[in-house]
């Protein structure tokens, strides 16, 4: 009789360790590419979101403006605007208070458009930032006090805001009063006026953004 052989084969065998050592190799590598492309998806998103926020912004401020420098009135013969200019720390703001039919109605009692003396005025924050503070006061005529106590803040991190402006004659100044004595701005407005506005770039502080216009006054002499 002859004897059956048998023989078994084991296919079970197991993962050396340097196979699992270079599968997890492959794996940190594609979970590493995902994250990068993922983080850096996240970042252009915020940088989006920043830059629109920004953007925004400015256009509402130098909007309000326009419309509050458009809108200048008379008091009498003459029109009210003075500008100021303050520094605060190694920083140098430019503001300007005017009497305009730009009056912005927050109460019932109240009409928009109404003659209001208009201020618009920087000041700085707890924290060292600065922000651009509208104040809008509602009364029978120019007052001389200064109405830049109250107001709301309409544009925040503020790095710089200059105003120039320009006479009939095209001549360019850094500063105007109608109340003043110079005969070229005593009683008128300037018939253009450029604003630049200056906000902080976060990811870069040497670069900021920069934002100007230019506006005629459309009010007669």
Request: charged share 25%.
């Amino acid at each position: 009789m002859f004897e059956r052989l048998s023989f078994s084969c084991d296919h079970s065998r197991g993962f050396t360790l340097l196979e699992i050592l270079i599968a997890i190799a492959i794996l940190s590598i594609i979970l590493s590419t995902v994250y990068a492309a993922y983080s850096g998806s996240l970042t252009i998103i915020r940088d989006l979101d920043d830059d629109s926020r920004v953007y925004a912004m400015a256009r509402t401020t130098l909007d309000r403006m326009n419309r509050d420098l458009s809108s200048l009135q008379r008091h009498g013969d003459d029109f009210i605007l003075k500008s100021d200019s303050k520094t605060i720390g190694s920083h140098t703001f430019h503001s300007l208070s005017f009497w305009s039919a730009a009056h912005l109605a927050f109460r019932e009692d109240e009409f928009s458009g109404a003659p209001a003396s208009i201020s618009y005025v920087v000041k700085e924050n707890k924290n060292g930032t600065f922000s651009l503070w509208r104040s809008d006061v509602l009364q029978a005529g120019p007052s001389a006090e200064k109405n830049a106590d109250g107001g709301i803040i309409i544009c925040e991190d503020i790095q710089s805001l200059q105003f120039t402006f320009f006479d009939e004659s095209g001549r360019e100044s850094s500063s105007w009063d109608t109340m003043g004595q110079s005969e070229g701005q005593k009683g008128k407005p300037p018939v253009r006026v450029h604003i630049a506005l200056l906000l902080v770039n976060m990811r870069d502080i040497q670069k900021p953004h920069r934002f100007d216009t230019r506006l005629f006054l459309p009010v007669k002499k």
